[in-house]
């Protein structure tokens, strides 16, 4: 089974400050998602990624997915208090369409 | 809203009991999924129906079981509750099978054992 990792595991951070979060693992997904979670309710779609290399961006949110497709990361700029919440990876594994979960990057902007 | 809905939303229940948990997908979505997430063990993932058949398995104990009926509504249930399953259930729906299998998640069920 794929594991991944994600760091750091808490960023406290002021309103304004860029800031970036990273997906790890030793083995290559088909496709990589980001979801943001707040608390108590269920986590939301952000973005896929599918090629190595690929960039994404939605509006302050650039994503980014390695060239091997085993890593990806989240950068945010300007951070707003509205980017507070648990930023989660996902995977989805090569041999069938399971997706796995990364633990998580808790995020709190602070004004 | 994400167009995936779960009943109930709060379930507080005895240890030794037995729960039953709902979701009904987005229409259209064929794939649900099950996760359950509590704060020292992160969202987990449980088990996958694809079409009314099982099509994955994760963490899952022996004593919940799933199913998905033929209107694609899911249901987990859950039995000889114990303190340690207190936490957020979730189901989430996704489109077609072998694609990207983004996923979409409904507010959750949050139980609590006493």
């Known amino acids: 089974t794929q594991l991944l990792e994600q760091s750091p595991q808490f960023l406290s951070i002021q309103e304004g400050e860029n800031l970036t979060v990273y997906c790890n693992s030793s083995?290559?997904?088909?496709?990589l998602q980001w979801y943001r979670q707040e608390p108590g309710e269920g986590p939301v779609l952000l973005v896929t990624?599918?090629?190595?290399?690929e960039v994404k961006k939605l509006k302050r949110l650039t994503f980014q997915f390695g060239d091997a497709r085993k890593d990806s990361s989240l950068h945010i700029t300007a951070a707003q208090p509205g980017d507070t919440g648990l930023y989660l990876c996902?995977?989805?594994?090569?041999?069938?369409?399971?997706?796995?979960f990364g633990p998580g990057t808790s995020l709190s902007v602070i004004p | 809203d994400s167009g995936v809905t779960q009943t109930p939303k709060h379930l507080i229940t005895a240890t030794g009991q037995r729960v039953t948990l709902r979701c009904s997908p987005r229409?259209?979505?064929?794939?649900v999924y099950w996760y359950q997430q509590s704060l020292d063990q992160g969202l987990q993932f449980l088990i996958q129906?694809?079409?009314?058949?099982?099509?994955a398995k994760g963490n899952i104990l022996e004593r919940f079981s799933a199913q998905q009926f033929p209107d694609l509504h899911s249901e987990l249930n859950l039995s000889s509750l114990e303190l340690g399953d207190s936490a957020l259930y979730f189901c989430?729906?996704?489109?077609?099978?072998?694609?990207?299998?983004?996923?979409?998640f409904g507010p959750g069920t949050r139980l609590t054992v006493l």
């Open positions: 990624v599918v090629t190595g290399g």
């Open positions: 996902a995977g989805e594994e090569t041999s069938y369409d399971k997706v796995i």
């Open positions: 083995s290559v997904f088909s496709s």
């Open positions: 129906y694809y079409n009314g058949e099982e099509r």
């Open positions: 229409s259209g979505d064929l794939s």
């Open positions: 989430a729906s996704s489109g077609l099978a072998g694609l990207y299998n983004e996923q979409f």
